[in-house]
Structures are given as structure tokens and as C-alpha cells.
């Protein structure tokens, strides 16, 4: 799969863009563990253009964390186009990403993000001249519609291929699901399988195992698949599905997606191999402790531990811990590392017995 002169290999794992969740330090420790390609937090236009300060400061980014993208969204075509161009020139970043799929009220209920699915005309005049007016590729990331009745997907990504874009991600949901149900991957398969697509297409949306992620590939022939909230407290996922999709390949090399994928029996793929976890616990808690640091140094020690209580929260390590419910509540409790360290090293001594 290529992006613009980005090569990512048969089966790349991306990191998707996440308000309060893809900070820098965060896409450190993604990219670490085998993330092909990290997003920062998505970007307002309207408030880049104004330089206000906190969004000015989304845009920092290093070598270390490439290939990095930066998800810009907007309604106004010429502000869209002048942050992409103020992205361009301050952050150097390996694509340009526009957000037509964040399906939040305050964004999507302005006609930002998923909103633009309500005035497709003008999501493709926003994209058409942002395309123009950067030399960085443009990708695009969008959901299959507004509601079951618009799911407009189909036709949607030839008009924004036809628009120059480089690459599409496609969220299995609409704006009216928001992050409910399940994903529907049918119609992403469909834009891959559509002869007219010659774009990477990109699947996004509950992908939460190594076996979903192979699946993913195998099913519905996307280029590249993008994980976003089993990320939370799990940045080790990239390595435990691309350490998967690698033995996959060593079983069965020649068994990975294509424009013309068909489902594969329930006999083939109960051939595969069952996924290797080489971390311990242990590993893991110290994983989260480094990242709790990072966000305190990075901030402060109070906001940083704020930062940081999603990922403990959502960590799936505790769940060996019998009624961890006390714990757990002290845990997102504790407003200092003095308090909180003390806690974790206590859960590491409860997992080493269970």
C-alpha cells in the first residue's frame, strides 16, 4: 500500500485520530509498538486560523513518531484551505487528513465533520481545493452516511477520488449511530471491490482483536485498517495484531485481501494461527506507568494523571483482578503520582497471583 511516496507494506495497522487520546506522547508509544502510521488529535480549522493557542499546539510532531498525519475539520472552504496550508508550512506533516466522520454534536451539529454529509457539494468543494492548494497528500476520513436511509458511501468515494484525494478511511457507521451498534463493513468492501477505486481504502471501526484485524484484510480486501478506541489503555495492540497478521502470513502467504476478496470459509480460518501474547502482565502495567509519566512531565502532575485516567480505566490488564471495583475507583481517584503508584504496584502484585 502506498500513500503519496509513503510505502506501508502488505497490511499496515494505522492509529486513528482521537480528540484528548492521540497526544504526542501517546502516538510515541503507539508508533513503538508497530503503529504503520499515527494521526494527532483532529484539528479546528476555524481556531487554527485564529492561532488560538491550544490548537496551534496540536501541531507539534517529531521524526520519530513518521509517518504522522494531521485530521483538520471545518465547514468554510477558505478556512479549510488556509489551515491546511498553515499545517503544511509549521508541521511538515506526511499527509494532510480531512475529517468528514466525527459524529459529536458540538462538531457534527455545526456542519463540521459528519455534518458535511448533510451538503455533500460542499464536502467536495472543501476537498477539491484543499487538494490544490497543498503539496502534502490529502486523505480523507468519512462514514458510510448521515443515517441508514443516506448511506451514500459508495458514490461518495469516487466523487472525493475524483477530487484528488490520495487515500479514503471509512468508519462502518453513520453520523446517526455515533459509536453504537456494530460496524458494518459491507459497504467499505464494496468501494474496495468497486473497479472504478483505484485509492487505498482504509476500515475503521471495531476492530478490537488480532483475529478482527486479519479479517478485516481477508473479508472485505482493504489496504489498511485503522484502530481507534481499543488503542485506550492497549497502545501493545499494534504489535499483538501485526505479530499476528505476520504469522498469518507465514501459515498462508498468499491468503491476504485483494480488490476481489470473498469471506473465507469457517474451516480456513479456524486453520490460522491462534494469537501469541509474548507481554506479560507486568510488561504491560509498566507500559502505562511510562505513559503516566510522559503526561506528567509533558503537562503537569494533576492534569497529567487526568490525561492518563481514560487509558487506566479502559486497560483490559485489570481484568483479572476479582472485585476490583474498590480499586478501581481509588485508582481514578488519586490526584497524585505519590497516591496513585502505590495502587498500581499493589494491582501488580494481585495479577502475579491470579
Not at 479514503?168 to 463493513?185: F, K, P, V
Request: net charge neutral; glycine share 6%.
Amino acid at each position: 500500500m502506498k500513500i503519496g511516496n509513503i510505502q506501508f507494506g502488505k497490511h499496515p495497522v494505522f492509529l486513528a485520530p482521537m480528540e484528548d487520546v492521540t497526544d504526542i506522547g501517546f502516538r510515541h508509544l503507539c508508533k513503538r509498538f508497530g503503529a504503520a502510521m499515527v494521526y494527532t488529535e483532529f484539528v479546528s480549522a476555524e481556531a487554527l486560523v485564529r492561532s488560538v493557542k491550544s490548537t496551534v499546539n496540536k501541531l507539534q510532531i517529531d521524526d520519530a513518531e513518521r509517518p504522522v498525519g494531521i485530521q483538520i475539520y471545518g465547514r468554510d472552504v477558505p478556512q479549510m484551505v488556509e489551515a491546511a496550508q498553515i499545517v503544511e508550512s509549521e508541521a511538515h506533516p506526511d499527509v494532510i487528513d480531512l475529517n468528514f466522520g466525527c459524529p459529536v454534536k458540538k462538531v457534527a451539529g455545526k456542519g463540521a465533520g459528519a455534518g458535511m454529509l448533510q451538503n455533500v457539494p460542499l464536502l467536495l468543494d472543501i476537498t477539491r481545493e484543499v487538494v490544490k492548494a497543498v503539496n502534502t497528500p490529502v486523505t480523507v476520513k468519512t462514514r458510510l452516511g448521515w443515517n441508514q436511509e443516506q448511506l451514500i458511501i459508495t458514490t461518495l468515494a469516487e466523487q472525493l477520488q475524483d477530487c484528488g484525494i490520495q487515500a479514503l478511511t471509512i468508519h462502518g457507521r453513520t453520523r446517526s449511530q455515533m459509536y453504537t451498534g456494530e460496524a458494518d463493513w459491507t459497504l467499505i468492501g464494496e468501494v474496495k471491490r468497486n473497479p472504478r477505486i483505484h485509492i487505498p481504502i482504509i476500515g475503521n471501526g471495531d476492530i478490537t482483536t488480532p483475529e478482527q484485524a486479519r479479517q478485516a484484510f481477508l473479508r472485505y480486501g482493504v489496504d489498511a485498517i485503522m484502530v481507534g478506541r481499543a488503542t485506550f489503555g492497549r497502545p501493545w495492540i499494534f504489535k499483538e495484531i501485526t505479530d499476528y497478521l505476520n504469522a498469518c502470513d507465514e501459515q498462508q502467504p498468499d491468503s491476504h485481501g485483494a480488490a476481489n476478496a470473498q469471506p473465507e470459509s469457517d474451516v480456513a480460518l479456524s486453520q490460522l494461527p491462534n494469537p501469541c501474547d509474548t507481554m506479560t502482565v507486568s510488561d504491560k502495567l509498566d507500559i502505562l506507568i511510562e505513559q503516566l509519566r510522559i503526561n506528567i512531565d509533558r503537562i503537569d502532575e494533576y492534569r497529567g494523571i487526568l490525561h492518563t485516567r481514560r487509558h487506566l480505566a479502559a486497560t483490559p490488564i485489570f481484568k483479572g483482578i476479582p472485585d476490583f471495583r474498590q480499586t478501581r475507583i481509588a485508582m481514578l481517584r488519586a490526584n497524585t503520582l505519590d497516591e496513585l503508584l502505590p495502587i498500581l504496584e499493589a494491582c501488580r502484585q494481585r495479577l502475579s497471583r491470579s
